[in-house]
């Protein structure tokens, strides 16, 4: 007799999430296969498999027919909209360099849909991440941990899960140790999309032909032209709208004829400027953190040594933080000046394989 709780997961027709649901199927729990649909507004392709199209719910309704579990589709659009697209249109209108990811995560795959969960009556939802879960005895609250494959660790965007959250989901590939691990075990297990690719574009961005067309077509205000100005104040040039530029940005500046190569240092959303410069000035130590999440404690109350991750693809750094006084918002102090540290995007901090929290870089400090 099958005594394992209802676990309801979330499945994109990509390999990860099947394989995680095949896992915990093996394991013995009850399953439901949940699809959720956050955007589809012209993708009717069903040969397109993006992680929202109509290819991905049918892999997915393929994938719980061969592990014989119900599978539902549930439209979560208007909270997708409603958060991570005016988030993202949002961030871009102040100048700054949003992550669709963390926000997904922390409004739609670890809210919304833990919500419809309780309502199927499930005790845990679960998905394709590579990270694990556990519980700190002694503290007695719920850690996010890396994954033990290193090269597809997702805890980077996880950060803000809440504590109710952590304890009701479960990462079946935590503990994997790479993916072709987990593709032999879906060729293994038989599964249809063993070998299909990684989605790599964020859905909405890659529907509307590109984050440019995306941003033209819905908020035109963001692609107004303006100057670009060196760090002394001097314009260089004429830009075609402050959203089309990153910190740390070189390519397709239009400049040329300088003794440096000129990098994109800062962006004036207010006034429409794009600030350049040399290398150099893109190199910074401290900086702000807002809408922090504390994971591994409760809130921060001197200050911490951690290793601190700016971006997703780069290494952690040694780094203090310090209490500011403002709520949800610490000060970063790197050991070293680290490059393009960029406002909108994510700040996450570790000790050893643990999250201790992370959040939203507001600006940099020096």
């Known amino acids: 007799m099958n005594n394992k709780p209802l676990v309801a997961v979330a499945m994109s027709g ?30 009717t392709d069903p040969r397109h498999s993006g992680c929202c199209s109509l290819g991905a719910v049918v892999d997915a309704r393929r994938v719980a027919k061969m592990l014989g579990i119900p599978h539902y589709v549930l439209n979560f659009r208007q909270q997708f909209a409603q958060t991570v697209i005016a988030d993202f249109i949002e961030e871009y209108r102040r100048g700054r360099t949003p992550n669709p990811c963390v926000q997904c995560n922390r409004y739609v795959k670890f809210d919304a849909f833990l919500q419809k969960a309780d309502e ?43 504590q109710e959250q952590l304890a009701r989901t479960l990462f079946p590939l935590g503990e994997l140790p790479s993916k072709s691990e987990t593709r032999a075990l879906a060729r293994e297990l038989g599964l249809p999309v063993a070998d299909k690719p990684d989605s790599q574009e964020i859905c909405f961005v890659a529907e509307a032909g590109g984050y440019r067309a995306f941003l033209q077509s819905r908020v035109p205000d963001t692609v107004r032209p303006g100057e670009i100005r060196d760090v002394h104040g001097n314009v260089l040039g004429r830009h075609p709208g402050v959203a089309f530029f990153t910190i740390g940005q070189r390519r397709g500046l239009g400049l040329s004829g300088h003794q440096e190569p000129l990098y994109v240092v800062d962006i004036d959303a207010q006034n429409n400027v794009v600030v350049v410069g040399p290398e150099r000035f893109l190199y910074c130590r401290r900086f702000l953190v807002e809408r922090v999440n504390w994971i591994a404690l409760d809130r921060l109350t001197k200050p911490l040594a951690v290793q601190a991750r700016i ?23 790197f050991e070293t000046p680290q490059r393009a540290i960029t406002p909108g995007q994510a700040a996450v901090f570790y000790r050893g394989d643990v999250v201790v929290g992370g959040g939203t870089i507001r600006q940099r400090l020096e």
């Open 120 to 162: 199927l009556g499930a005790e845990f939802i679960a998905t394709g991440h590579y990270a694990r879960i556990q519980l700190d005895e002694k503290s007695g609250r719920w850690l996010l941990l890396k994954a033990v494959n290193r090269e597809k660790d997702q805890s980077y965007v996880l950060f803000p899960m809440t």
């Open 311 to 333: 971006r997703y693809n780069m290494p952690e750094a040694p780094a203090m933080l310090f209490p500011v006084g403002e709520p949800n918002c610490v000060e970063v102090e």
């Open 14 to 43: 990509g390999v990860d999430s099947s394989v995680a649901a095949a896992l915990l199927v093996k394991q013995g729990y009850e399953v439901v296969g949940i699809t959720l649909q956050i955007w589809q507004e012209s993708q």
